[in-house]
C-alpha cells in the first residue's frame, strides 16, 4: 500500500492499482438510528444540513466521528455524545448493532450502526459553529412521504437512510 495524498481528515491509499480513500489516525464513525417512541406514535430522528461534495443540503441519520480528538472512547459514548449535540436528544440506551462499510469500492471507511432509545429532548441541537444542522423528527408512518417531500424539495439522501428498511432495525 502506498499512501498518494494525506489531508487532515482523509487520505487516499493505492493498493495493487486500486485507488480508494481511507480516514487518517483509524478514526470511526458511529450513525445513530434515534428512535422516539413516543404517546404520539413511533419516530425517528433525522438531521438535515449542507454537504459540500454535494453542493446541497442532505437528510441522514445523525452521526459523528469516534475519537475525532484524539480521546480513546466508546462508540456509544460518542454516539450519545453527537446525538446530542446534533440533534439536543440524550438517550437513556445506546446499544450497537454492528460495523458497516460505506462504499467498499471507493473508500475503506467504516462505521457503526448504533441504536439510541429512551429520547429526552434538553436542547436545540444544531451540532457545532458553522454545521447548521436541522433536526426533523418524523413519525415513522410518515417517513416515505417525508423523504419524498425533502428529495423533490433538492435534498440529496443519504444511503444511510436504507437502515429504517432493514428488517428488524426497527424493533426494540
Request: hydrophobic residues 45%.
Amino acid at each position: 500500500m502506498t499512501r498518494a495524498w494525506e489531508g487532515r481528515f482523509l487520505a487516499v491509499e493505492v493498493r495493487d492499482g486500486w485507488e480508494y480513500a481511507a480516514r487518517t489516525r483509524d478514526i470511526g464513525a458511529a450513525v445513530i438510528l434515534a428512535l422516539d417512541r413516543a404517546a404520539d406514535g413511533d419516530h425517528v430522528l433525522l438531521v438535515e444540513q449542507y454537504r459540500v461534495p454535494l453542493n446541497r443540503r442532505c437528510i441522514e441519520l445523525p452521526a459523528g466521528l469516534v475519537g475525532d480528538e484524539g480521546e480513546d472512547e466508546p462508540v456509544e459514548r460518542a454516539a450519545a455524545r453527537e446525538l446530542e449535540e446534533e440533534t439536543g436528544y440524550r438517550a437513556a440506551r445506546v446499544e450497537a448493532l454492528g460495523v458497516f462499510h460505506s462504499s467498499p469500492g471507493l473508500t475503506s471507511e467504516a462505521f457503526t450502526v448504533v441504536r439510541a432509545t429512551g429520547l429526552t429532548r434538553v436542547g436545540e441541537g444544531g451540532g457545532i459553529a458553522g454545521e447548521d444542522i436541522r433536526v426533523h423528527r418524523v413519525a415513522l408512518t410518515e417517513l416515505t412521504d417525508f423523504l419524498a417531500a425533502r428529495r423533490a424539495e433538492g435534498c440529496a439522501m443519504d444511503a444511510k437512510l436504507l437502515i429504517l428498511l432493514g428488517a428488524g432495525m426497527t424493533a426494540a
